[in-house]
């Protein structure tokens, strides 16, 4: 029998697929912003930005969602 | 939790705040130039030189003081950063001041419609200036670059949401695996954890994409 609050877990989601989603966020973000004319293309915009976002969307994926 | 996200919009406003300072750009060497009769330190990103296919721009450049006198010998070159640099153009010249007509050389018409930074170096007998600019390739309102920008951030967007989900079938709780009726999603947890990632991302683009130039490259 429980009583009060059961434990809080964190079920793991997929880590690759939140990686190749924040790619593609990340390359999308560049375009769009780049048309906005906010920015410039280039290896910051082009490479660097969606590869940490992959890593950023990896995580979240990993961390996955909470079950009470 | 919902205090910490408090500082991290304020980290991205101000950050935000900080393109115009990251995206400056100059003339260093002692060199003046123009294009079009614009100084080439007002070109800057909210400010670009729209060119369009067919254009003629008008240059005009001069050689440093420190060049000396007599005859002098520069040689201009001219790129388009993407990822490297792509040459665009090469000029020589003779003389303190030099000026051209030339037309918007193809390669700059083929890229995507949107601003580019343009740099350029000038070098003679014992000096060498470098200068940058920004200049926008117009095209419509809606170019294929904000469709396929679109697209692509919605499809990440929703395949970041599914690579939330946990796997078919996982045993993640001793109570069962999601939906056997041994644990319930929380909904309001979840939902901060997906604020704060948006939050990273936000803060991440503005690291990136605006103080980037002096933080990561």
Request: glycine share 14%.
């Given at each position: 029998?429980?009583?009060?609050?059961?434990?809080?877990?964190?079920?793991?989601?997929?880590?690759?697929?939140?990686?190749?989603?924040?790619?593609?966020?990340?390359?999308?973000?560049?375009l769009i912003?780049?048309q906005l004319?906010?920015?410039?293309?280039?290896?910051?915009?082009?490479?660097?930005?969606?590869?940490?976002?992959?890593?950023?969307?990896?995580?979240?994926?990993?961390?996955?969602?909470?079950?009470? | 939790?919902?205090?910490?996200?408090?500082?991290?919009?304020?980290?991205?406003?101000?950050?935000?705040?900080?393109?115009?300072?990251?995206?400056?750009?100059?003339?260093?060497?002692?060199?003046?130039?123009?294009?079009?009769?614009?100084?080439?330190?007002?070109?800057?990103?909210?400010?670009?030189?729209?060119?369009?296919?067919?254009?003629?721009?008008?240059?005009?450049?001069?050689?440093?003081?420190?060049?000396?006198?007599?005859?002098?010998?520069?040689?201009?070159?001219?790129?388009?950063?993407?990822?490297?640099?792509?040459?665009?153009?090469?000029?020589?010249?003779?003389?303190?001041?030099?000026?051209?007509?030339?037309?918007?050389?193809?390669?700059?018409?083929?890229?995507?419609p949107?601003?580019?930074?343009?740099?350029?170096?000038?070098?003679?007998?014992?000096?060498?200036?470098?200068?940058?600019?920004?200049?926008?390739?117009?095209g419509?309102p809606l170019t294929a670059a904000t469709a396929i920008g679109a697209?692509?951030?919605?499809?990440?967007?929703?395949?970041?949401?599914?690579?939330?989900?946990?796997?078919?079938?996982?045993?993640?709780?001793?109570?069962?695996?999601?939906?056997?009726?041994?644990?319930?999603?929380?909904?309001?947890?979840?939902?901060?954890?997906?604020?704060?990632?948006?939050?990273?991302?936000?803060?991440?683009?503005?690291?990136?994409?605006?103080?980037?130039?002096?933080?990561?490259?």
């Amino acid at each position: 029998m429980t009583i009060g609050n059961s434990p809080r877990k964190w079920a793991s989601g997929r880590p690759f697929a939140g990686f190749r989603a924040g790619v593609l966020l990340g390359l999308g973000a560049a375009l769009i912003i780049h048309q906005l004319g906010w920015w410039v293309l280039d290896i910051n915009t082009l490479v660097v930005l969606p590869v940490l976002s992959g890593f950023l969307l990896a995580g979240r994926a990993w961390l996955g969602q909470p079950y009470r | 939790m919902k205090r910490a996200l408090i500082p991290l919009a304020v980290v991205t406003v101000v950050l935000i705040g900080l393109v115009p300072m990251a995206q400056a750009q100059e003339v260093t060497g002692g060199c003046s130039a123009t294009v079009n009769d614009h100084n080439l330190d007002t070109l800057d990103i909210k400010h670009p030189l729209i060119v369009e296919k067919g254009d003629i721009l008008a240059l005009t450049g001069s050689v440093p003081a420190s060049a000396g006198t007599g005859t002098i010998y520069s040689e201009t070159k001219i790129y388009v950063e993407v990822i490297g640099d792509i040459p665009v153009a090469e000029q020589t010249g003779d003389g303190v001041i030099w000026g051209d007509w030339v037309e918007v050389p193809d390669v700059l018409t083929q890229l995507a419609p949107g601003v580019y930074k343009v740099k350029g170096t000038a070098e003679g007998s014992g000096w060498l200036c470098t200068g940058s600019a920004y200049i926008k390739i117009e095209g419509g309102p809606l170019t294929a670059a904000t469709a396929i920008g679109a697209v692509a951030a919605v499809a990440g967007a929703a395949a970041a949401v599914a690579a939330v989900k946990p796997k078919h079938g996982q045993v993640f709780y001793e109570g069962g695996p999601p939906g056997s009726g041994g644990a319930t999603p929380e909904t309001p947890t979840r939902l901060v954890a997906d604020v704060v990632t948006l939050g990273l991302f936000a803060l991440l683009v503005a690291l990136v994409g605006f103080v980037g130039p002096s933080w990561v490259l």
